[in-house]
């Protein structure tokens, strides 16, 4: 039985730093492309970053890109999603998502496993 575990979550003030992370079991991560997905309150769900750790390859949607930093330890067989500068727009259900494939953001009905998610809010 595959599972996603994302934890992490939380209430973070504007410039504030949290770091999710995606503990797998029952599939190993580095044959995989793992991917963190957002959804904000009345938006679409998003592609915020993925990564293959076997090659280390790595994408970032536009709004993220250089402050969020996705990563992968293989020996824990977990992705973490390091996210820095946080603004009140990042603020959404986080999803870790696996797909054995490479890295699709704009492609989400893709992936074969999915974790129940992670809240995130940024506020003052």
């Known amino acids: 039985q595959v599972q996603l575990v994302e934890s992490g979550g939380g209430l973070v003030q504007p410039g504030g730093s949290l770091r999710l992370s995606c503990a797998a079991s029952?599939?190993?991560?580095?044959?995989?492309?793992v991917a963190w997905f957002r959804q904000g309150p009345g938006k679409e769900r998003e592609g915020v970053s993925c990564?293959?750790?076997?090659?280390?390859?790595?994408d970032y949607a536009a709004s993220v890109k250089g402050r969020f930093t996705i990563s992968g330890d293989n020996a824990k067989n977990t992705v973490y999603l390091q996210m820095d500068s946080l603004k009140p727009e990042d603020t959404a259900v986080y999803y870790c998502?696996?797909?054995?494939?490479?890295?699709?953001?704009?492609?989400?009905?893709?992936?074969?496993?999915w974790g129940q998610g992670t809240q995130v809010t940024v506020s003052s």
């Open positions: 029952g599939v190993t991560l580095d044959y995989y492309a």
């Open positions: 990564i293959r750790i076997k090659d280390g390859s790595t």
């Open positions: 998502a696996a797909l054995w494939g490479p890295c699709m953001l704009n492609r989400d009905s893709w992936y074969d496993y």
